[in-house]
């Protein structure tokens, strides 16, 4: 809430001056910085092109006005093919205890100290401009400037992939991605092509139920978990091999909106996850995760009852603890998004030494992906040298020239080996990165698909049977709704075919939803195995009950009482929750006179965009807001979304009373401060049955 309104233009104390047209020229004083053109030449007239006379044609010697379209022209990169759209931060790593035991890479063993770094969070099928919240897997890629050289460790929210093999990557996006002859749906899988592809090869069927549980639809970036998915090696000292997939939690837990929340929030605020990190921030509140690393050896790994190299399959926690060595926080916003958040390139081969890879044959086609693709997003091979993506570590070869090549090198020498100039780099066995030294089977040669990696249904179906009853009906009316928007009837059998292999309730409940007969399951082509439960999995009840994190609510209006908003604002400021101000008009005068200005009118602060929300109105206001879609809305969609409400005497008597609105035990009336903050912490789950047909 913003009381002190500063309404004084700070355009009247700068250097103004109207020209001819009435447009405003801002005149550079004795000690401000000039506008110059890109050859440094200072500018004198921003406003206006050279012309013949005040009427006249434009000069094509203009050479301002030249420049400056020129670049703008120009503005435009390529955006990423998959994960176009994203949000980053900066921040750093710290090691809170050494893997030395395992690894030789510095960024694993020296514990305690602080090593810059810059992370990007994407959607991945949505291009640049589209909306941050559809239901979708999010990227989580993390550049580490380790001293050793960069770390990129470019994982997903999900702990394993649609495919396993890259030679299947190009299709599985075009699937996906808007169909090619119509140009539509934009960032949704919910489509015929999507569905066709991923019930053809049932390898999918684990990411596509990660898709269709809540972690589809995050609450907030700050929330969600990251993961390297493959197996990577670590190599220590005496040159044994460990092998690690590593993890990222995020200490205010795992937290999802529900699938009517996303859609509206979409509308709402299509950057509701890029705002809600930006404002985090800058508010101090830091994002955070820890560290996590699951290490087994070869010889374990024989042993599990999958293969441990096929990015299809996780590794239960409840098999191998995720062992916490460190931690991530977030702590500076880009200070320019294009520079940095539009040019970071990741590519996951590169690692310090002590790092190496495995067999995947996902992870090895992304090897050669990435490199390549930043070739012809940031259209040269220099991309290296662009500040976001340099190391902060010396870094010195013999590569040259190329396009927007940055760095003069002053020497005669760009070649090995040589002998005129001693000051140039050579190799170093003792600290350069080496390979492990695998014995290889001799195996044919071939485009085979391992036999080890043929069971495509025992993990989905550990995943829903781990999770409560409310995320399986979550997940089955995530299908529902799907299959719902594919007009192929054979598309949706098929892929009931595939869930009866899963669970045979989730796929009579999806098929019911849907009015379609079940078809006969499809073919395994590996016995199905059940599992042991996994908790890990779930969100529901694994977030600390905290408000930390959370945004609450409240509507006011002209009259409000202040002492009543600042009650409810410092004992949700106290327990960590930001607060938001919604209000009928910008500006409000509350009952000592005191003038705010609101966060948001209501049409533009629906309730979809807090986790609980608190009316404090008086009667003659509540007697106009009731006849506001926008406000009845807000009340009704806390209410379907299962939040805590908090109302006033006003709001119940002419607006509560008017909607479908039960007094459960998350509607509480504003003297049950103390209970408003404890129920604000979670939601009323319990509630969703009553207001949602759920499949
Ligand atoms: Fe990516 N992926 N990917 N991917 N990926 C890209 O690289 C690719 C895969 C992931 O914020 C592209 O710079 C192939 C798995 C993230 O800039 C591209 C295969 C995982 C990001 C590419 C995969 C990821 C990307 C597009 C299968 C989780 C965004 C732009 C073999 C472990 C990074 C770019 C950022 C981006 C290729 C599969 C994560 C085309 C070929 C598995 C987080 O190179």
């Not at 919240?133 to 929210?157: H, Q, S």
């Not at 009853?469 to 054979?490: C, M, N, P, R």
């Not at 779930?538 to 009259?559: D, N």
Request: glycine share 6%; charged share 25%.
């Amino acid at each position: 809430m913003n009381k002190n309104i500063d309404h004084t233009d700070p355009a009247k104390d700068m250097n103004m001056e109207r020209g001819n047209g009435g447009e405003t020229h801002q005149r550079a004083g004795d000690d401000t910085k000039i506008l110059t053109t890109q050859q440094g030449v200072p500018i004198s007239d921003n406003q206006n092109s050279l012309k013949a006379g005040p009427r006249g044609p434009t000069l094509l010697e203009d050479f301002v006005l030249r420049e400056k379209i020129h670049h703008f022209d120009h503005e435009r990169i390529p955006e990423r093919i998959v994960h176009a759209r994203g949000s980053a931060a900066h921040g750093y790593f710290e090691l809170t205890e050494s893997l030395e035991e395992y690894t030789t890479a510095k960024i694993l063993t020296e514990t305690g100290k602080q090593t810059p770094l810059f992370t990007r969070f994407s959607t991945v099928a949505g291009s640049k401009g589209s909306k941050d919240t559809p239901r979708d897997v999010r990227g989580f890629a993390v550049k580490i400037y380790t001293e050793e050289g960069n770390w990129d460790l470019v994982g997903n929210d999900m702990p394993i992939f649609f495919i396993q093999d890259a030679m299947k990557f190009p299709d599985l996006v075009h699937a996906v991605k808007p169909e090619p002859d119509r140009g539509f749906p934009q960032a949704a899988s919910a489509h015929d092509t999507f569905w066709d592809f991923v019930s053809l090869s049932p390898e999918t069927m684990h990411n596509v139920i990660w898709l269709m549980s809540d972690r589809g639809i995050p609450r907030s970036l700050r929330m969600i978990e990251g993961f390297g998915i493959h197996s990577y090696r670590l190599i220590n000292k005496a040159g044994k091999s460990t092998f690690m997939r590593f993890h990222w939690k995020p200490v205010l837990g795992v937290q999802s909106t529900t699938w009517d929340e996303a859609v509206k929030i979409s509308g709402a605020d299509p950057d509701y996850h890029r705002r809600d990190l930006f404002e985090s921030i800058n508010n101090g509140d830091f994002p955070e995760w820890e560290f996590g690393v699951q290490l087994f050896t070869e010889e374990e790994a024989s042993k599990f009852p999958f293969d441990h190299l096929d990015a299809t399959k996780m590794i239960p926690e409840e098999m191998v603890p995720v062992k916490i060595v460190g931690k991530m926080v977030l702590n500076r916003y880009p200070d320019n998004f294009f520079a940095e958040t539009e040019q970071v390139a990741f590519c996951p081969s590169h690692v310090p030494p002590g790092i190496d890879f495995s067999n995947d044959p996902l992870l090895q086609g992304r090897l050669f992906s990435y490199l390549d693709t930043q070739l012809s997003r940031l259209g040269s091979p220099n991309f290296a040298q662009i500040p976001i993506n340099a190391p902060k570590c010396p870094f010195a070869n013999n590569q040259q020239d190329g396009h927007m090549q940055m760095q003069v090198p002053k020497t005669r020498v760009l070649y090995e080996p040589q002998s005129l100039d001693p000051t140039r780099p050579r190799e170093s066995v003792k600290r350069g990165f080496a390979s492990f030294a695998e014995t290889l089977d001799d195996g044919v040669k071939g485009r085979i698909r391992a036999e080890s990696f043929a069971d495509h249904y025992s993990q989905p179906r550990m995943f829903y049977r781990s999770q409560t009853t409310i995320e399986q009906a979550h997940i089955a009316s995530a299908y529902a709704f799907e299959l719902g928007k594919v007009d192929t009837a054979h598309v949706r059998s098929r892929t009931l075919g595939h869930l009866r292999n899963i669970d045979e309730d989730l796929a009579s409940r999806v098929a019911k939803a849907l009015g379609m007969e079940l078809p006969e399951a499809a073919d395994a082509a590996a016995p199905i195995q059940d599992m042991e439960i996994s908790p890990a999995v779930r969100t529901i009840g694994l977030s600390p009950k905290s408000l930390k994190g959370r945004m609450i609510g409240i509507l006011v209006a002209e009259g409000s009482k202040h002492s009543e908003i600042e009650k409810y604002e410092k004992a949700a400021q106290a327990q960590g929750a930001s607060v938001k101000i919604i209000a009928p008009n910008k500006e409000v005068t509350l009952d000592d006179d005191t003038i705010i200005q609101a966060d948001e009118r209501v049409a533009g602060g629906p309730s979809v965009m807090f986790d609980a929300v608190v009316s404090i109105i008086m009667p003659d206001q509540a007697k106009k807001l009731a006849k506001d879609s926008a406000t009845l809305d807000w009340f009704t969609d806390a209410y379907v979304h299962c939040k805590a409400i908090s109302y006033c005497g006003a709001t119940d008597e002419f607006i509560l009373s008017k909607l479908p609105i039960e007094k459960d035990a998350f509607v509480t009336p504003l003297s049950d401060l103390d209970v408003f903050i404890e129920n604000a912490k979670s939601r009323l789950w319990e509630r969703e049955p009553k207001v949602r047909d759920l499949a």
